[in-house]
């Protein structure tokens, strides 16, 4: 059972959310919050696996967010509406493990949840092109890091497409006929050979890496 943390001071979509998770049983809202200071003390009685965080409540929720991702086992996702490359870039940096813009269906986001509570992290797809684009004007993306996917195995490069099209470990070890251990094993070389913080990053390479060999074509 994964058990969630709602935060946003608006009640009626708190309860709309509530209502959309409750329709997976594997699911479970174990509190709500309206500000930034309940949100972090029902995160440390709690100890949700995920924590919805919106951006726009009393104390910021940025301001809570290293507090909350400093909780051993809790996984915080930003759910807002803001699509402002710096809270986007504020809240990845600082930990969070995925950002998703408020508006999404009801399955895509219990899917954002279970890929969040296993550690995979999730972006808005919409917003990856942003992203890249900050990613770049702070020239996180080196020339080095690009030329870094050479180093990439095959079966590495393979998993790394598939998480760049947005599979989930499971989902990759069911295509890639592997066990879900392996695919976990794969993803910490290749973060370590990409020198990425996270998978998201490390598919942000993939694409550019990708961009910049078809310009040369």
């Known amino acids: 059972m994964i058990r969630v943390l709602i935060v946003d001071d608006h009640p009626i ?25 309940a949100a972090l003390t029902l995160a440390r009685d709690l100890r949700p696996d995920v924590v919805l965080l919106d951006l726009s409540l009393p104390g910021g929720g940025l301001n809570v967010l290293p507090d909350l991702v400093a909780l051993d086992g809790v996984n915080v996702a930003v759910l807002t ?57 702070e020239e996180r993306l080196s020339p080095q890091r690009s030329a870094s ?15 760049a099209a947005g ?16 695919v976990k094993h794969h993803m910490t070389r290749i973060l370590h050979k990409l020198g990425a913080r996270n998978r998201t990053e490390a598919a942000l390479l993939l694409r550019d890496g990708t961009r910049s060999d078809q310009s040369r074509i």
């Open 81 to 137: 509406a803001s699509e402002a490359c710096d809270d986007v870039m504020a809240a990845i940096n600082t930990g969070a493990r995925g950002y998703i813009l408020k508006g999404i269906g009801g399955a895509p986001l219990i899917d954002a949840v279970r890929s969040i509570a296993a550690g995979e992290g999730y972006i808005t797809p919409t917003l990856a092109a942003r992203i890249l684009t900050e990613i770049r004007v």
């Open 167 to 182: 599979h989930s470990n499971k989902e990759i070890a069911r295509l890639g006929d592997m066990q879900e251990k392996t």
């Open 149 to 163: 996917l050479d180093l990439l195995t095959p079966r590495e490069a393979e998993v790394l497409n598939m998480v």
């Open 13 to 37: 979509f708190r309860s709309g959310l509530s209502l959309s998770l409750g329709e997976s049983p594997d699911l479970q809202i174990c509190g709500e919050a309206d500000t930034a200071a």
